[in-house]
């Protein structure tokens, strides 16, 4: 069974920063690229950061650039976001997915597994 279970998400002040992990199990790791999606209340699911397999190449949403940063230890099945610099607009479930690429891929349709999300909340 595939799994993949994001921690870390909470409550945080504007300016402030918070570090999500994802856990995943049942798949080989190292195969597939991972990537960050965010979906707040009432809105799409939308793309937020990628990481290639071997975690060389990285790629960020334009609201995120400069603030995240999406990191993988292949070692240890797992992949994170650190988010410095938050803001209101950052507030959302935020989900880790798998696909099954070299390169990193910003369509949610394009990714084969998905974590129950974390939620993320920012006040001003």
């Known amino acids: 069974q595939v799994q993949l279970v994001e921690s870390g998400g909470g409550l945080a002040q504007a300016g402030g920063s918070l570090r999500l992990s994802c856990a995943a199990s049942?798949?080989?790791?190292?195969?597939?690229?991972m990537g960050w999606f965010r979906q707040a209340p009432g809105k799409e699911r939308e793309f937020v950061a990628g990481?290639?397999?071997?975690?060389?190449?990285?790629y960020y949403t334009d609201s995120v650039k400069g603030r995240f940063t999406i990191s993988r230890d292949n070692a240890k099945n797992m992949v994170h976001l650190q988010m410095n610099s938050l803001k209101p607009e950052d507030t959302a479930v935020y989900y880790c997915?798998?696909?099954?690429?070299?390169?990193?891929?910003?369509?949610?349709?394009?990714?084969?597994?998905w974590g129950q999300g974390t939620q993320v909340t920012v006040s001003s």
């Open positions: 997915a798998a696909q099954r690429g070299i390169a990193p891929r910003v369509a949610a349709s394009q990714y084969d597994y």
């Open positions: 049942g798949l080989p790791f190292a195969s597939y690229a």
């Open positions: 990481i290639s397999r071997g975690g060389v190449t990285t």
